[in-house]
Nanobody, 115 residues
Framework: QVQLEESGGGLVQTGGSLTLVCAAS????????MGWYRQVPEKQRELVAI???????IYAASAEGRFTISRDYRKKTVTLQMNSLKPEDTGVYYC?????????WGQGTQVTVSS
């Protein structure tokens, strides 16, 4: 069983920065994909950034160039550094861990970017 806990959300001004940290507990291994997704009201949860089992970062187009995802495999954390934030980045950010047979989600952390 895997538990994911997010932290680092908050309220920032346009152009500001936030760092989201997901701490995993349980049977997370390096071959598991971990990353971040965002959800806003009336919209489906969308990928923001992930690190695959091949250590390749994948970003949503809206995040490319502004966000950086990194993973500490031994600490079992994944960090999303968010820079140059825009109001459209607002949403609940969920940590995700994907195994070959199961997917796990954190409870989410709110990110609000004021105009």
């Amino acid at each position: 069983q895997v538990q994911l806990e997010e932290s680092g959300g908050g309220l920032v001004q346009t152009g500001g920065s936030l760092t989201l940290v997901c701490a995993a507990s349980g049977s997370i291994i390096s071959s598991d994909t971990m990353g971040w997704y965002r959800q806003v009201p009336e919209k489906q949860r969308e990928l923001v950034a992930i690190v695959t089992s091949g250590f390749i970062p994948i970003y949503a187009a809206s995040a490319e160039g502004r966000f950086t995802i990194s993973r500490d495999y031994r600490k079992k954390t994944v960090t999303l550094q968010m820079n140059s934030l825009k109001p459209e980045d607002t949403g609940v950010y969920y940590c995700n861990a994907k195994k070959s047979t199961a997917t796990y989600w954190g409870q989410g952390t709110q990110v609000t970017v004021s105009s």
